[in-house]
């Protein structure tokens, strides 16, 4: 299963893509706590969307969305993983590391 999904971003994503303003990364992790290969999405803006990023966490077998933080788009800015908001990236960050380490 793990092969499959490593395929699959690999083919999607090659870890690094340009998409009109954005450079696109990912890290992927599989969880034994968890048994799952989560997927972490990082979009981090160029030009003149320096500044904007956009993370966001999936269980990537099951497609799964657990949370995000976007940050630099005014009202659209978000904290929230599995339903419980944040206040920053670092708070966002502390809430994903159960899911990203074992």
């Known amino acids: 299963m793990w092969k499959a999904s490593h395929r699959r971003l690999d083919q999607e994503y090659n ?3 340009i998409h009109d303003n954005y450079v696109t990364r990912y890290h992927n992790h ?3 706590r968890f048994n ?3 997927f972490l999405e990082i979009n981090n803006g160029l030009g003149d969307f320096v500044g904007k ?3 966001r966490l999936f269980d990537i077998n099951e497609d799964v969305y657990y949370g ?3 940050e630099g788009f005014g009202p659209l800015d978000m904290c929230e993983m599995e339903e419980r908001e944040c206040q920053t990236e670092e708070e966002w960050r ?3 590391k159960p899911f990203m380490e074992d």
């Open 30 to 32: 599989y969880s034994l």
């Open 36 to 38: 799952k290969c989560f």
């Open 15 to 17: 870890n690094k893509s």
């Open 53 to 55: 990023k956009l993370f």
């Open 68 to 70: 995000s933080y976007i």
């Open 94 to 96: 502390a809430l994903i």
